[in-house]
Nanobody
């Protein structure tokens, strides 16, 4: 079955960095575009970054452009989110996401990122 397992979250001071990982299994990872989403308390889940199956193209929500980098290693079935210059407003649960077709999509369990002094 499809599994997405995130890790790498934690507590970091403003201006600090974290690297999130998402290990995928149960599907052909190298053929699928992948995404990171986040959900802050009391807010809707929002798309943070997307990467194509080859990793050749990426896109970001405006609020993280220049600070976050999405990448993947298809040999390791793993996607990453490098987060630099973190701000308190980046505090959220971060989720890994894959969609195969309408009504056929999967979420990881999420990893908490807290940016606070």
């Amino acid at each position: 079955q499809v599994q997405l397992v995130e890790s790498g979250g934690g507590l970091v001071q403003p201006g600090g960095s974290l690297r999130l990982s998402c290990v995928a299994s149960g599907f052909t990872f190298r053929r699928c575009a992948m995404s990171w989403y986040r959900q802050a308390p009391g807010k809707e889940r929002e798309l943070v970054a997307v990467i194509t199956s080859s990793g050749g193209s990426t896109s970001y929500v405006d609020s993280v452009k220049g600070r976050f980098t999405i990448s993947r290693d298809n040999a390791k079935n793993t996607m990453y989110l490098q987060m630099n210059s973190l701000k308190p407003e980046d505090t959220a649960v971060y989720y890994c996401y894959v969609k195969f077709a309408a009504r056929d999509d999967y979420w990881g369990q999420g990893t908490q990122v807290t940016v606070s002094s």
